[in-house]
């Protein structure tokens, strides 16, 4: 799967997946980690070059819903899929992780890293109270 990457974030998400390799392109924006440094650069965040895009015939391409409005209605106009997801709560990106892991066939990597994500949060958030953090985890090393 080709993947181009208009946002950091998603930059950084596809990364935590396991999907790397399959990032074609990314924005001069996108540099962490490190290695998404070396990837094409297809433009700044907030300006991508969409004939750039268009032309690495990527098989997704990650966006912002609202910064990306018209690249998004150009691409999908050139039959580009576009995953351009509406985040509003820490939930809804949760949520779109796990989406992202499933449509780039990495679902099992995808629950995995959400599942510690949410019990993360538990304990940053103290519903966790009484309860072992899991391994890893600060001060239960």
Known sequence: ???????????????????????????????????????????????????????????????????????????????????APFMYKVDDLLNSMEYLGDLCNQKETAVRLVTSLKERLKNIRGENHGKIPPPGFPGNE
């Open 1 to 83: 799967m080709r993947i181009i990457s208009i946002v950091p974030s998603f930059t950084e998400i596809i990364f935590s997946l396991g999907l790397g390799a399959s990032l074609a392109g990314v924005t001069e924006h996108c540099d962490y980690p490190p290695e998404a440094r070396k990837i094409n650069k297809v433009g700044t965040f907030a300006f991508p070059d969409v004939e750039k895009i268009i032309s690495m015939r990527p098989d997704l391409v990650c966006a912002d819903p609202l910064l990306h409005k018209n690249y998004v209605e150009k691409l999908t106009a050139r039959g580009i899929e576009v995953y």
